[in-house]
């Protein structure tokens, strides 16, 4: 059995136990929230978890191999460095830290003390995430142009972080994947309109060197919930709905033919071929990052995403940020 505390038990973390409290070699032993509130609610469906405000007596507890943070962003950094310095394996939800600085120190204490390091970048973990890597990988797409993706809904307004910050995690974190590339220039666009400098609205655009580029729309003051990547190739097209209940994946044979003359001139063949549905077999992603996390501790194997990517998403998040204070203007990385 391995032995697992979860810190952090309010909205998202209450998903992590109940992911975690269910794998069948894992033992939950505890659950941590500095809000007694939270714990009393979660006592009787986890008898076999012991309740605790503070993290001191988790970590010294040597059953526990694996920690995950589940707490606000602010608390990201201390405990995961706490946890790594007290030899624990460590998974931390996204963003890893809130400044470059701290996202480098816990790679490093985790790669000095020989420590799992990983971050929960959940998309990574979507099966249909795996195919499109595939896709883009056989370069059945041909050259990827550029992507555009919509994480847009109505709330949850955060406080100690802004609509980039909490959603952008999960695009960058899958377009760093796909391109295999880090972006040169970062621009951002976005208002506060609810609170004073947390913005609800974010506009965010990513130019590489090779001249693909990506688009991130993020908002929590919109009238819609849209989950939606659309990547735009030389040879085909594909939409990934995370909202659609099954047929996530639409893949669309069109594009635009090569450069044809005639004797009046010359002009381009635009192609409308086949729309396919892929039939992808569904696995909660959480539980499989979850699985995931439990396979790199017994096997010592490194995360699909691990301390250096959490890393460079946060690069991004500080780029975009300076971007924004200076009303878009491109920040170089
Ligand atoms: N991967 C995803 O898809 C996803 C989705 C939602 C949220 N998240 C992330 O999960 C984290 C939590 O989000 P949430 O929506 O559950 O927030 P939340 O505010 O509902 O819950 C945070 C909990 O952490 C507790 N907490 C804060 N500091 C603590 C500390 N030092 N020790 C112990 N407990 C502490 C709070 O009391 C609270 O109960 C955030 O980092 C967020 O970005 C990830």
């Given at each position: 059995m391995v032995g697992i505390a979860v810190v952090g038990a309010g909205a998202w973390g209450k998903?992590?136990?109940?992911v975690f409290s269910e794998i069948p070699n894992v033992h939950l032993k505890y659950i941590c929230d500095s809000d007694p509130s939270r714990l009393t609610k979660l006592q009787k469906s986890y008898p076999q978890s012991k309740m605790v405000e503070k993290v001191a007596s988790l970590l010294q507890d040597p059953e526990v191999k694996g920690i995950v943070i589940a707490s606000s962003a602010i608390s990201h950094f201390p405990l995961a460095k706490e946890s790594l310095l007290s030899g624990k394996d460590v998974?931390?939800?996204?963003?890893?830290?809130?400044?470059?600085?701290?996202?480098?120190?816990?790679?490093?204490?985790?790669?000095?003390?020989?420590?799992?390091?990983?971050v929960g970048h959940l998309l990574i973990y979507h099966p249909v995430v795996d195919r499109l890597k595939e896709m883009v990988a056989s370069e059945e797409l041909g050259r990827i142009h550029y992507i555009y993706t919509q994480r847009v809904n109505l709330g949850v307004i955060r406080q100690?972080?802004?609509?980039?910050?909490?959603?952008?995690?999960?695009?960058?974190?899958?377009?760093?994947?796909?391109?295999?590339?880090?972006?040169?220039?970062?621009?951002?666009?976005?208002?506060?309109?609810?609170?004073?400098?947390?913005?609800d609205v974010v506009f965010l655009s990513l130019h590489f060197s090779d001249g693909k580029m990506a688009n991130i729309h993020l908002s929590w003051l919109d009238p819609h919930k849209v989950r939606k990547i659309t990547i735009v190739g030389a040879k085909k097209m594909v939409v990934f709905d995370d909202m659609e209940a099954s047929e996530k994946l639409k893949i669309y044979d069109k594009g635009v033919g090569s450069l044809s003359y005639d004797s009046y001139g010359e002009y381009l063949s635009l192609?409308?071929?086949?729309?396919?549905?892929?039939?992808?077999?569904?696995?909660?992603?959480?539980?499989?990052?979850?699985?995931?996390?439990i396979r790199c501790i017994e096997s010592r194997e490194k995360p699909k995403t691990g301390g250096r990517d959490g890393l460079e998403v946060v690069k991004i998040l500080v780029a975009a940020q300076k971007s924004l204070g200076q009303k878009g203007f491109p920040v170089d990385l």
């Open positions: 998903n992590h136990i109940r998974l931390v939800e996204k963003p890893l830290a809130l400044n470059v600085r701290d996202a480098d120190e816990l790679v490093r204490i985790a790669e000095e003390k020989s420590r799992i390091l990983m100690d972080e802004n609509a980039l910050w909490s959603f952008a995690p999960h695009d960058l974190s899958v377009i760093l994947e796909l391109f295999n590339e880090k972006p040169v220039v970062v621009s951002a666009h976005g208002e506060s309109y609810i609170q004073k400098n947390i913005e192609r409308f071929g086949d729309i396919t549905i892929p039939n992808i077999k569904m696995v909660e992603p959480l539980r499989a990052e979850a699985e995931h996390f």
